[in-house]
């Protein structure tokens, strides 16, 4: 792992909600999609993608890259960009 990583911690957010019978979790700083049975287990299952994710980009050495080109900003870690508002909308469509 390069030195600037070790011992940093990347902050995301994760959105989960619910489609058919699965759960799906999302993180939409990273573009990365997990689901499980439950909201639970999508959760585990989107930290572990995310993981293996950071890892194959630290593998290639294009992490800082990454991560700064998805509007992340660097310190004691890497923390995503802050959402500051969460809203349903809606269009009207005329075909």
Do not use: H
């Not at 700064?68 to 075909?95: H, I, N, Q, R, T």
């Amino acid at each position: 792992m390069d030195t600037m990583f070790k011992n940093k911690e990347i902050q995301f957010t994760a959105e989960v909600w619910k489609e058919g019978a699965l759960y799906v979790s999302y993180i939409p700083q990273l573009d990365i999609s997990s689901c499980g049975n439950t909201i639970d287990e999508s959760r585990k299952n989107i930290r572990e993608a995310a993981e293996l994710f950071i890892e194959g980009l630290e593998k290639n050495g294009t992490l800082a890259q990454v991560l700064e080109e998805a509007g992340f900003a660097s310190g004691d870690g890497w923390k995503a960009p802050e959402f500051v508002a969460f809203e349903k909308m809606k269009v009207a469509l005329s075909l």
